[in-house]
């Protein structure tokens, strides 16, 4: 069996582990980057998950009223499709051209704590290296529901956004990020939606106020949101499926052309050999790291979904910054530095977080100031009336007694631009009044804070 020994080895080419092997390649080491398939350089994000959802739903907000909607499905995937080929040849391609970095395909798995062999067919290579660091990402969860695994309708999100074939009915299983996004947008595409949710809201982690005018515009675009409902069974009829679920006692049956599992994902380790390596997970399957992400093998680290953290492809590379902090700088980052870490759920409009929800600012005792309005009241701000995007609401969450911005939830076009400067003005504590009366150009989004702002109450 061939052999090769580097100073750092990456398994998985997510965005953390991708930042590594260049940052280290490019200061001379010798890496290996392990991928297990041709179709995911680049990883997750680029291939199947942020770019291409995103690129879709792009493509379903254009969409005139009169365009038919098959083909308007078909090049929307179509064209999504070749910017995500083109990203992942640029991904392999920025890696493959640094002379001490080496792309390899295929499988890895530990056979002990600083052996890894990959398989290809019936290629077998041993890697050994001084450094570890494991990144590949988690899977969509699949209820244990009678019938769903072996239908011949499930789809996960992968599957989905490679398919040209629109359905003509989808049931959704979970009202989190992923169903949510993908029920606007197929919706926008004229798909029948109906998304059922265990949980007794959708985004159940949001405050209720914003959660339900997330509902009320999905609902007012034509998706059944069912909430409180316990998915019992799925049938395969000759041309569907048949999703059967129990809500408020009545048993219902919802039909579909595809069943999409949105219930979560979990950390990827599945026949990674984690047991052979002795590298120790977490109850919920992650691999568990400290701090500094380490494992509990000192030379093997953790980045992205993979160790339990929270699901962004920007944590993933936050999390190649502390690594690489601690194969070359000082290593005193850590992510515990971590401050306001806001998330965007790509409806539209988009919903853009950060911080504390009011719920918890109370349960946490602050004297808690709200300032609240929805986007169509808010005067100073035209560009909403100038895109035609006027649903939404914009909310702030304050501390009266020190003036600090707690959270906010901004419910309204641009606002996965927004909220990165209010998580900036957090992180450096610049004042709910400094925000509220700061100079922003117009016009913008961004000037809806004088006015938001000015109605704390
Ligand atoms: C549909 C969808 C939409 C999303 N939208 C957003 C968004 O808008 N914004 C956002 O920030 N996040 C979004 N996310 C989450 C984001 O994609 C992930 O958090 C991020 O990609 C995780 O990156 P990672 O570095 O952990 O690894 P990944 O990018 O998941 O890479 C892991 C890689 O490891 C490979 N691998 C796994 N096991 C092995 C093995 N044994 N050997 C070799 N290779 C292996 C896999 O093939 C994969 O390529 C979305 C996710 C999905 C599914
Ligand atoms: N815009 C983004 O940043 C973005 C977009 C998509 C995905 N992601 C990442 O991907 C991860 C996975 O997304 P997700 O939406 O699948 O997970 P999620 O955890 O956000 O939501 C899952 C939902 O499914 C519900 N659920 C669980 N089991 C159920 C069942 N049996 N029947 C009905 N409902 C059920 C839960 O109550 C929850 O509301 C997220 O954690 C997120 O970080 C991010």
Known sequence: METMHVDLLVIGFGKGGKTLAGRMGRLGRRVAIVEQSDSMYGGTCINVGCVPTKALIHHAGERRPDDPPEAGFRDAVHSTTRLTEALRAKNFEMLDTVDSVTVITGRARFVDPKTVEVSAGTDRLLVTADTVVVNTGAEPVVPDVPGLRTSAYLRTSTDLVRDPLRPA???????????????????????????????????????EDVAGAVAAVLADEGVTLVTGAAVTGVTDAADHAAVHYRVDGRDLTAHADAVLVATGRRPATAGLGLEAAEIRTTETGAVAVDEYLRTSQPHVFAVGDVNGGPQYTYISLDDSRIVGDQLTGPGTRTTRDREAVPYTVFTTPPLSRVGLTERQAREQGYAVGVAEKAVAEIAAMPRAKIVGETRGLMKFVLDTATDRVLGAALFSVDSQELVNTVALAMRHGVTATELRDAIYTHPSSTEAFNEVLATVR
């Open 169 to 207: 009915r989808m049931v959704i299983l979970g009202a989190g990020y992923l169903g949510l996004e993908f029920a606007g947008m197929y919706r926008a595409f004229g798909t029948e939606v109906t998304v059922l949710e265990a949980g007794a809201r959708v985004l159940p982690r949001e405050d």
